[in-house]
Every structure is written in structure tokens, then in C-alpha cells.
């Protein structure tokens, strides 16, 4: 079997810090969600824990409020 998919760039792949970076909230907040099982999946590299930008966009997506607003 081939693999098809493009080979992943340092950009595919965040860290802890660059997550917290890009969202703009406490590192602690990052690291809360990974012991609670909240926030986008995550994966372990040996000792280092990794976020997919694929599955962070996915997890944003799911948080969208689509509540109506009434002003």
C-alpha cells in the first residue's frame, strides 16, 4: 500500500506552548484540557505532546456558539 498524503511540515504539528500562542490563552489552560480530555485530540511523541493544526481547526469549528443572539 502507497501512502498518499503529503509528508507532514513542522507547520502540520504544534506544541503545548505554540498552541496557547495561537489561541491566545494560559499554557495551564492547554494542559488542563489534556488531563480532563477536553480541547483538541492530542498525541504523544515520547515524551512530547503534539497538536494536529488539522484537528485543532476541527475542534474551533466544533466550538462555534450557534446559539441565536437577541440584542
Sequence with gaps: ??????????DDLLSPQ???ELLSIPLATVYRWRSRGDGPRAMKLGRHVRYRIDDVLRWLDD???DA???R
Design 1 to 10: 500500500m502507497k501512502y498518499t498524503r503529503e509528508p507532514l511540515s513542522k
Design 18 to 20: 505554540e498552541l496557547s
Design 63 to 65: 466550538c462555534v456558539d
Design 68 to 70: 441565536p443572539r437577541y
